[in-house]
C-alpha cells in the first residue's frame, strides 16, 4: 500500500513536470516541432513540386501522417503558457507579446491545420500527385496564416 | 502652335515597363496570399530579375530617352528643373529620382528573395549558399521593403494622376504608343529607334542571368570557367 501511494506519487510528480515545462524548454520544443513539420513539408513538397519522378507514394504518407500527429499534438495547450513570448529554445522566440490576446484566432488556424492534414492523410492514401500538390498548397496557406498573426518578422 | 509626334519611348521601354506592372502586381498578391501562389511568386521573381537585368543594360546601350546619363538627377538638373527652366523630352528630374529609387528597390527586393526562405516548404534559388540564419535574416529585410516599394509606386502613379488630371497632360498614353506630341520647336529630338543587336544583346544577357541563378550545375560550370 505505501509503495503504491509512493508510485502515486512519483508518478504524479512526473506527470507534473511534463505539462509544465520550464518556458525555455517550452520555447525549444515548439522550435523542434515546427522544424521537423518544416523537414516534411518540404519532403512532400520536393517528391511532388520539384521532382516528380522521386515521388514515393510511402514517404509521401509518412510525412503527412508525421505533420498531422504534430498537429493533433496538443502544442498550443503544452507549449505556449503565459511568459513563454520572452525567452530563448534553440534561438530567441519570435512568438508576439499580444499571443496572448489573439486566442480565439489561434484556436480557430490550430483548428484548420488539424482539419486540413487530417484531410492530408485520404489524399495522401489516394496517391493523387495533383490533389497531394493542391492540399500542400491549403496547408503552406495554412501555416502563413499563423506566421502572420503571432510571429514576429526578423 | 504647330506640333509634331516625337517618339519618347522605345518599344522594348514600353514592353520592359509593362511586364514590370504586372510583375510587381503579380509578385505582390502571391507574396500575400502565399500557398500554392508561393510557386508563381517564384517564377514572376525570375520574370522580375530578368526586366531588372534588361534595363540596367538598357539603360547604357539603349535608345537615348532610356539611356541613364540622360536622365540621371543631379543636382544641376534638379535645380533648373524647380526654377522651371527644364524643357525635355523623357523623364523630368524629379521623376527620374522616382525611377532610379523605383529600380533600386526592386533591385534589393529581388536579390533578396533569391536567398529568402518562407519557413513552409519554399526557398530562392540561392539559399543553400547563405544558410538559415542569414537567410531569415534576409528574408524578413524582403518583407520590409515591400512597404518601400509601396510607397514609391503609390507617388509614382499619384503623380501621373496628378499630371492627367491638375495639369492636363496624359502621361500614360506615350507609355502605350510611344508617342508625344510637342511644339514643332522642341530642342531634343532623340534617336530612339531601339538597334537589333543592342536589343538581342540585353535580352540574351538578362535570360543568361536568371538562367544561372537558377540552375547551379551552370553555376558550377561557370565558376570552373572563371578558375
New interface residues.
Partial sequence: MKLTTLLGLTALSFSTIVLANPIEDQIRIRQST?AVM?WN??K??SQV?DHPATYNKDQVLTAVNTLAALAHSNLLEDLYDVGTDQGSGWKPTRLKVDYFQKQAEVKEINDRLIKETDEFKTIAVSGDVAAI??Q???L??T??SC?DLIRI?? | MRSIKLSVWDWPLRVFHWLLVVAVIGAYTTGKLGGSLTEWHLIIGRLTLGLIVFRLLWGFIGTQSAHFKQFFPTINRLKRYFKGEWHQLGHNPLGALSVFALLFILMALVSTGLFANDDIAYEGPLYPTVGKALSDQLTGWHGALVNFLLGLVVLHVGAIFYYLLHKKINLIRPMITGCKEVPIDEPLHPNNQPGFLRFALATLSAILVVYAVWNSEFRDYLALLAQ
Fill in positions: 515546427y518544416g513539408t518540404a512532400i513538397k513540386v500538390k493542391s500542400l498548397g491549403k503552406g496557406a501555416c502563413k506566421h518578422k526578423e
